[in-house]
């Protein structure tokens, strides 16, 4: 009886060890049977002045049941931290994942931002626009400055080819006065031979 006195004590020790696993799975059946089969096993104890007696079949019928009960939430632990430690593992896996695609993806936005110039000089999207519409600009301006060399050189050239013609003109105008001059010159050096022949045949 003292030994069963003794007893008690630590089968009531390892039931407020399993009860707080026990209330977190009030679901759990064989939780539930333990529970009762200690309540039964308290229920058809005998009283002893303030005390409770149990039988040794009995404690040790709930010692084993404790005990199965402690080695089924042990193997239970063990397998949820066994899906706990892969779930980190896969959350591991996809914040790595996630920051591997964040990299590409500002990879990506800089490479958009990012235009070659010439297939080998990197710049900006807002340089390369400014590079490209000042080499515009400047083409423009040449053009417009050839055009205007173009227009002078054809005003210039048809200002020469003007002069030239006044030229020609006066030229043949002064070829003709020289001819015609020339012609009456000769007509008065023909005269005036003819009127020195008279002359000297009068004589």
């Known amino acids: 009886m003292k030994l069963q006195l003794k007893l008690l004590p630590i089968v009531m ?3 407020l060890l399993a009860k707080p696993s026990q209330a977190q799975n009030k679901t759990d059946s064989t939780a539930n049977s333990v529970i009762k089969q200690f309540e039964t096993t308290i229920s058809k104890a005998n009283n002893y002045q303030d005390y409770k007696v149990v ?3 009995a404690i040790r019928s709930l010692q084993n049941e404790v005990t199965n009960e402690i080695d089924r939430l042990e193997s239970k632990i063990n397998n949820l931290d066994q899906i706990i430690s892969k779930r980190n593992e896969t959350i591991k896996s996809l914040k790595a994942e996630v920051s591997s695609l964040k990299t590409k993806n500002s990879s990506l936005e800089n490479q958009q931002e990012e235009m070659k110039l010439f297939g080998s000089i990197s710049l900006t999207k807002t340089t390369y626009r400014l590079v490209l519409w000042s080499i515009v600009a400047v ?3 040449l053009l417009l400055f050839f055009m205007f060399r ?3 050189s054809h005003i210039i050239n048809a200002e020469i080819k003007a002069n030239l013609k006044n030229l020609d ?6 070829k003709h ?3 015609e001059k020339q012609q009456k010159l000769g007509r008065q050096l023909q005269d005036a031979k003819n009127d020195l022949q008279k002359i000297k045949k009068d004589n």
């Open 177 to 179: 006065n020289a001819l």
């Open 55 to 57: 039988k040794k079949q």
């Open 169 to 174: 003109q006066e030229f043949q105008n002064y």
């Open 13 to 15: 020790f390892s039931f």
């Open 139 to 141: 083409l423009l301006l």
């Open 150 to 152: 173009f227009r002078r």
